[in-house]
């Protein structure tokens, strides 16, 4: 019997006739990377802070994990070559969580948490861009913003949850069991794969040479659609680096460590799943391409409001929700612009999905310096002027240049 995919194309399956489920479902398959980054960016700084290790040397260490965001583009052909979409999000899913294992394991030696780290991450990022091209198919263009939607609220959901219980649960158990429950927990995405339908490779490219298969590669990622999409994730406009900034800074804003924590955990946790959440419902007013500047637009000014304000609790709660509900829906709108760069039809889709989103990581590292740089002149109004100017130029500017060329904007 077949699985149908959202074209009509069967798939030979050995479980039955399986019907794709509902988008909420689907989104589910990014839990690794919300996972992933709270175990390596949350939960093990935690524990190393506990072990009385050098706050520098946590950043260090840190840094690790990091680099996969872009790294991971490069693998992106991989992806599209030989084997199935399928196969390698299964594969490099249960990779990313047996790095997860080993990284915690390796906490007394950081030379080794630091390799471990890179390398969960990075299995786990090529893992995710396979999903994407993989999904890119099973669900029409119609539906593309709010896979996206559910991929950032899954992401972002999964990883709060993981940021608020890992520690907990390792100090109640053991390291290695809960080393082994958290690799587990990433890993549990791979029971949806297993059941979801999902084409053949290509089967040109699958026996195409090496060289033939890196020049179709190059074209594609030179496509107007790709390159107009690139345009706006490398650019500052709708970064949000200030969520990474803000959890450190409670005491500008005379707040206790406990209220710091809870904004930081559950508050952003909910309101970033809001955020997320209500993209699918705003693109149906403003076409994703400028709600992408809007966002970013609207980010900005609310971060001037926040700097207008007292130096209160309420004033670092409205900065620490603005920020997460506004990263949200800008992550949102990015993937659900890249799921519909690439199509329901693309041979090329998996190494396009991870241009895209590696590009979109990009605009976080270099805003987070340039957010860093403000602080160190000017503290608070030196880092909210830092920020808000260049993301709230950038978005100007980027809206005008839609507005000129938009009867050459290729549609999405």
């Known amino acids: 019997m077949d699985y149908a995919l959202a074209d009509g194309t069967p798939a030979a399956s050995p479980h039955g006739r399986l019907k794709v489920p509902p988008v909420w479902v689907l989104g589910m398959s990014y839990a690794p990377v919300g996972i992933g980054s709270s175990v390596t960016l949350v939960a093990l700084p ?6 009385h290790v050098p ?67 990075l299995m786990i990022s090529i893992g995710a861009n396979a999903v994407g091209g993989w999904f890119s198919t099973l669900v029409p263009e119609s539906k593309a913003g709010a896979l996206g939607a559910w991929f950032t609220a899954w992401n972002i959901g999964a990883g709060g949850f993981t940021s608020i219980f890992a520690v907990n649960l390792i100090r109640a158990t053991s390291l290695g069991l809960g080393a082994i429950l958290l690799a587990c927990f990433s890993a549990a995405a791979v029971a949806l794969y297993v059941i979801l339908p999902c084409r053949d490779a290509d089967g040109r490219l699958a026996h195409e040479s090496i060289r033939a298969f890196a020049n179709d590669t190059i074209a594609s990622c030179r496509s107007p ?51 997320s959440l209500a993209m699918p419902l705003v693109e149906r007013k403003i076409p994703l391409r400028p709600l992408y500047l809007v966002i970013g637009l609207c980010g900005a000014l609310g971060t001037l409001v926040v700097l207008a304000l007292p130096r209160e609790p309420f004033a670092f709660a409205l900065a620490i929700l603005g920020e997460n509900v506004s990263q949200a829906a800008a992550f949102a709108v990015v993937y659900g612009i890249t799921l519909r760069t690439v199509g329901d039809n693309n041979p090329l889709a998996a190494t396009q999905f991870s241009l895209l989103s590696s590009a979109m990581c990009l605009p976080l590292t270099y805003m987070q310096v340039l957010d860093g740089q403000g602080y160190a002149l000017g503290r608070l109004p030196g880092l909210f002027f830092m920020d808000a100017g260049i993301s709230g130029v950038a978005s100007l500017l980027l809206l005008a240049v839609l507005w000129k060329f938009r009867r050459a904007l290729p549609p999405l």
């Open 225 to 275: 659609l790709v390159l107009w999409s690139l345009l706006l994730f490398l650019s500052p406009a709708a970064s949000f680096a200030l969520t990474n900034i803000l959890g450190g800074l409670g005491r500008d804003f005379a707040t206790s460590e406990y209220l710091v924590g809870l904004l930081v955990g559950v508050g952003a946790m909910i309101a970033g799943v809001v955020g």
């Open 46 to 51: 935690q524990l190393l802070a506990a072990d």
């Open 55 to 121: 706050e520098v040397t946590i950043a260090t260490v840190t840094a690790a994990a990091l680099l996969p965001g872009f790294v991971a583009f490069v693998f992106g052909p991989l992806l599209d070559w030989r084997l199935r979409r399928k196969t390698y999000a299964i594969a490099f899913t249960l990779l990313g969580a047996a790095g997860l294992f080993a990284a915690l394991l390796s906490m007394r030696n950081l030379a080794a948490l630091m390799f471990w780290e890179f390398v969960a991450m």
